[in-house]
């Protein structure tokens, strides 16, 4: 945890940014902020539950990594509450001796509230001035719904401004980055040394989440460890590793403070790349070492993405699998067959930082909208970087069989696409890159 202050002046910041709303959300009503931690979630019955994780919006204002627990920012007064049960000798007995709420809220700057009970009276009672945020678990749909009525929706404008804090990274939150990166390297290093022919990716797996673990930390999410690259988002682990595979690994640590790493790496294993395997590889290589130095304050993260994407259609088209101009080939979203995603994300407490807040209130504004074209409208951040921001670049290269012979059938883009070529790429699978980097005043900073 950072030091109260820390706390304290972000709430402060946050219920500053708030005085707009009185008139427009609250119907004159000084808004009260809602904000729930998480609790625990079982996995097939009470006692049995999965490890905690914290709601990221309630552990970037109040800190604490602790189930039932809840926040309110009375905006009228500025007074910060901390709401929850002090726990009981049953509990005791089974868990130890706990640090009471009133405890908890000191360490974070505030006062304790009540129990949860009082705190749902206090709800029902000023439910017009309540003001949450999209709630992304059921428990707490049905939460809301109870307390605050049927009709209750997220409040935009606490929204936006949870986001226009969040988004700027503070130094302390940049050296807890710097750590749940190098905890990734490490990861990465470690899989790259160990991975051996016979070994079930699982293994892999297993010793990669092991460090997270050893670091004090966890996954940030569930690692993609696959011979499959292809498989964008492939969670299987129980292929054998063969000599020579690629092995793409997509897998991040999380600190202790609930701060994110995101790193991509791809190998082959037990064997040197074959030319063909190389050639590619230097291609995704190229295009994220030239998007990372793009990167600045005042450029558009959509401009980012599109440069990569041109790096790629251009490696393509040397290497006799697309024709024509690259550029034109971009604009017309040929290279998508290859290239099906975005460049990157912003990444903080979550992976996805705030995708729970609305991936286009987060990633995009008044002057960059999301695409809908196919591969780039999954770009989930074009708009312009800022000083703080820390986002992911993460170019790929995939071979998608049923992509191909989709496109192939219906004849698209007969004139960027050399189809006859990719026939001896059908069995290649996929490299993805991926680092994370900060944006600087005078540019950026590779993290970790």
Partial sequence: MFSADTYAQRRQRLAASLAEAQNSETQNIAPLLFLPGNHDAPMNYADNIYPFRQDSNFRYFAGHNLPGLALTIDTATGDSLLWGNDISIDHIV??????????????????????????????KLRADAVLHLPPYREE????????????????EALIRAVIALRAVKSAEELAEMDRAVATSMTMHRAAQEHAAPGMLEAEVAGLIEGIAIQANGRLAYPAIVTRNGQILHNHYHGNVLKKGDLLLIDAGAESDTGYA??????FAVGAPMTN?????????????????????????????HDLASTIIARGLTDLGLMTGDPERAVATGAHTMFFPHGLGHMIGLDVHDMEDLGEDLVGYDEEVKRSCMFGTRSLRLGRKLETGFVVT???????????????REKGKFTNFINYAALDAYRDFGGIRLEDNVAVTEGGHRVLG
Wanted: no cysteine; hydrophobic share 40%; proline share 6%.
């Fill in 140 to 155: 707490r749909r049905t939460f809301l719904r109870e307390h605050l009525g049927p009709e209750a929706t997220p409040s």
């Fill in 393 to 407: 670049v993460e170019p790929g290269i995939y071979f998608i069989p049923a992509l191909i012979d989709r496109w």
């Fill in 261 to 266: 790493g995101d790193i991509t790496r791809t």
């Fill in 276 to 304: 063909q395997q190389r050639e590619i590889h230097d291609i995704v290589d190229r295009a994220k070492r030239e998007a990372i130095a793009a990167l600045r304050p005042g450029i558009t993260f959509r401009e980012v």
């Fill in 94 to 123: 089974w868990m130890g001796e706990q640090p009471s709420v009133a405890e908890l809220a000191e360490r974070i700057g505030a006062k304790r509230g009540g129990t949860r009970r009082e705190l749902s009276d206090l709800l």
